[in-house]
């Protein structure tokens, strides 16, 4: 398949909302997300969304490393035209970084438990409970669907910065 480029902030791909995709099963969909599981291994990432590869669609793909999601592995998914609501009030704040700000990473809040409802490529029903870095992951890259980068959900500025740079703050 393709690596893609990432869009970064500041483009306006970044600040809109996608549009649903109408038919989840068209070659042309199932094309776009090879190229966003390739462009995500190339990048080192998590989660990418189909705005952070300039195709303005609510498609995001995301996986969870079982040693950031408490042991529990969760497989590469594809979801298409997600619905997300929070389960419960707890909230949890942890450090994020994002493809499309690269070598930057700030303190986000959200909720600690979500279901994430949408299809997948075979156009299946998707309904998922998910519960710490699983929940983030999908609610971060969710966001992007909604012209929503981490930076506009920070509350304390001051926990942004270079990767580089807060890990020195951290170490000292």
Request: charged share 20%.
């Amino acid at each position: 398949m393709a690596i893609l480029k990432i869009a970064r902030m500041g483009h306006p791909v970044l600040r809109s909302a996608a549009q649903p995709v109408e038919d989840p099963t068209s070659p042309e969909i199932r094309r776009l997300v090879a190229d966003m599981q390739d462009t995500l291994r190339d990048a080192g990432g998590v989660g990418l969304a189909a705005p952070q590869v300039y195709v303005p669609l609510r498609i995001v793909i995301f996986f969870a490393p079982p040693d950031r999601n408490n042991g529990v592995a969760v497989p590469m998914t594809t979801l298409i035209n997600p619905v997300i609501e929070a389960i419960g009030d707890d909230l949890a704040d942890q450090v994020e970084g994002c493809l499309s700000l690269p070598g930057m990473a700030g303190k986000v809040r959200r909720p600690a438990a979500v279901r994430y409802r949408g299809v997948d490529l075979d156009n299946a029903p998707v309904d998922v409970q998910a519960y710490g870095f699983h929940a983030r992951v999908v609610q971060h890259e969710v966001d992007h669907l909604d012209g929503i980068l981490y930076p506009m959900r920070m509350t304390d500025l001051t926990t942004f910065g270079f990767v580089e740079e807060l890990r020195k703050a951290a170490a000292s």
